[in-house]
Every structure is written in C-alpha cells, then in structure tokens.
C-alpha cells in the first residue's frame, strides 16, 4: 500500500453539510508505541462499541479567510476548547497533502459525544473518525467514482493522523490495525476489518464501562507512545503483541472465552507495566481499579460466569462478558462494584457495527 494511492485533488468547490456519528473502540490487544507519525510499532486489535459515540457536523462553503492554511471554526458541545482547536489545527496540517482540495474551503464543525469527555472512554478515536468520515463525504461528491473500499479505508487513514486509535472506529464489530503475520490484510496505514467467520457470542459481546474516576490523565496517551522509545521491554512487548494477535484471532473464531479472558486481562495488565516501566516511569490506575479488578476475579472464580476486565491509559474499567449473562452481571455490578464508581457512574455498551451517515 502507498501513502500517495490516497491523494486526490480537485477545484471544484461546492457548498452544503454532511454529518456522521463514529463509535469508540476499545483494544484487546493494545497499540503502545509509535515507529514514526501515527504508524504503530506494534498491531492491536480491537472491538467497535455501539452506544460511546461522537457525532460529527461539518458544514462546508467556497473558502472565505484567505490567509488561513485551513479555514475552519471548531465547536465541542456548542463551545470553543483551545485544547481540542489545537488537535485540530494538528489533524489538518497532517492531512492537508492527502486532501489537497480542503484548502478551497471554510468549515464549520461541530461535534458532541454521547458520554462524558475523560470518562475513560477513547473519545479522540471517535471524534477523528467522524470527521475523517465527513471530509471523506465531501471528496465522495467530488470524485463520484470512489469505490466504497476506498472510502472507507481513506477515511481510516485519515483517522489514523488525529488518533491512532481513531483508524478503528470506522468498521466494526472488530478491527485490526498495524501489520500483522496473521492477518494478512493488516498493515500500518489504515485498520481493516475482522470478518473471517467471527463466533457468534462475540458479534453481540457487552462492555461496561466502570467511571472509577474522570479526572483529565495525568500523563497523555501521545506521551506515552512517546516513552516506549526508551523503554527497556520495547522489544519484548512487540513479539507478545504479534504473538498475542495470532492467538486472539483463532479465539474469535473459536469461541473460547477462557483464553480469550486470558489474552485480553494480560494486555491490559501489561500496558499499565509498561507505563510503570518508563522513564519516567508513571502510574494511571488507584487503588479503586485494583479493588475492583480483584472484585471481578473473585467473582469470575466463585460464579464461573466468563467476564474479564480491560483497560485503557487511564483507571476506569471496560467490563467485557457475553451477552447471555447481561442480567447476572450487572447485578453483580450494582451490588459490588458501583460502590467503586465515581458517583456511581457506569456506561453499557456493546459491540457494534461501526460508523454510519446521519
């Protein structure tokens, strides 16, 4: 795959609105590091969620502010964020040569999340999917021969340059992203979707999200990448992931929900041990996070009931069970663990089917 397969260019300047909503995801095997600019020094893979989503609006007209490199207002929740403007401003700079026709535009955009911001939840994956997915929207009208192929794996470039989480938020109800021996469609660029005969209690897979605290982390998930330059069990980490993919994609097709609980819990284990093994090295779980985790295990081992827990860089617990057991989890989880929440907050979730055009 080459970059350049991806650039179009045009003068044709049209007007209107285009609006999409893109889900969250979270990794079962976790991306951690990066080669160079958003290319992964290791493959992740991951599930799309259905209800943690981001929708979209841009609003396009003929260019107005000449002297802007790209004209846009950038509006979360109807306010301007100086933080999100300047992820923004990143996100243009780094796709401008791929999408060369938006310096002939003016853009409003608006955008809201259906959860809260610093719930624990990647809600840069879904704001950069969905408005990766508008421009693409727009570059559909200008180049009408686009094959949907292209559409999609474009928009999850594009995605991949705000956050690289982000290129698993345009398909679902699994993705992989970064080069992998297993998959032999996987690469660097764009993620691709996991369709090879998926078992049937993991296309329906529910995540409760566990709010243990929403404060703003304290150390950025781009800093972390960052870390893992000089972190001493870099390479070490890259064969587990690799080796870690291999199994994982076997259990989805599977179904064995025992290695799978297994693979997923040790990912997220060892990302934290990564964090913690940086220099400097720094700590995203509380003592709340273990509380529960321990919670989980206990009640996993006394009940047999097949739940596992996730993490992403920060304390809050994805909780990842089959949706069969829906009811005796979650009155697990108000009986034991809603204590541990802050304010007793939980999100449910589940795995779903990606983007879409609203």
């Not at 981001?54 to 007209?61: A, G, N």
């Not at 080796?243 to 929900?257: A, R």
């Not at 006394?302 to 009811?327: M, Q, R, V």
Request: a positive charge; one cysteine or more; proline letters at 4%.
């Amino acid at each position: 795959m080459k970059e350049n397969n991806f650039i179009y260019e045009s003068n044709l300047v049209i007007e209107g609105e285009t609006k999409w909503i893109a889900p969250s995801n979270i990794a079962l095997v976790k991306y951690w590091g990066k080669k160079s600019i958003q290319l992964p020094k290791n493959p992740s893979i991951s599930f799309t969620l259905s209800n943690c989503v981001t929708e979209t609006s841009v609003i396009y007209t003929p260019k107005k502010r000449k002297k802007e490199f790209v004209d846009y207002d950038f509006f979360f929740e109807g306010k301007t964020i100086e933080e999100f403007d300047k992820k923004i401003q990143l996100f243009f700079k780094r796709i401008y040569q791929y999408v060369p026709w938006i310096k002939n535009y003016s853009f409003i955009i608006n955008s809201n999340n259906s959860f809260p911001h610093s719930s624990g939840i990647a809600s840069s994956a879904s704001s950069m999917a969905s408005l990766s997915l508008c421009l693409m929207d727009i570059e559909r009208i200008l180049f009408p021969e686009m094959e949907l192929d292209y559409f999609n794996n474009k928009a999850s470039f594009l995605s991949r340059l705000g956050s690289g989480s982000a290129s698993r938020s345009i398909k679902g109800p699994i993705c992989i992203w970064g080069s992998s021996l297993s998959f032999k469609n996987s690469n660097d660029y764009y993620a691709t979707e996991f369709g090879e005969n998926i078992h049937n209690v993991f296309k329906s897979y529910k995540d409760t999200i566990l709010i243990i605290d929403d404060k703003k982390k304290k150390v950025s998930s781009s800093k972390g990448h960052d870390l893992m330059k000089n972190n001493p069990f870099s390479k070490q980490r890259i064969n587990q992931s690799n080796n870690n993919i291999d199994l994982l994609i076997s259990i989805l097709k599977s179904g064995d929900l025992d290695s799978f609980i297994k693979i997923v819990e040790l990912e997220a284990l060892t990302l934290h041990a990564l964090m913690m093994t940086s220099n400097p090295s720094y700590i995203l779980i509380n003592p709340e996070t273990l509380s529960v985790i321990n919670k989980i295990i206990d009640y996993r081992e006394s009940t047999k009931t097949p739940i596992c827990f996730t993490l992403d860089a920060g304390p809050n617990i994805h909780l990842l069970y089959p949706e069969s057991f829906s009811s005796e989890v979650l009155d697990f989880i108000n009986s034991e663990l809603i204590n541990y929440c802050k304010e007793g907050k939980f999100i449910l979730d589940k795995v779903g089917r990606g983007a879409k055009k609203i």
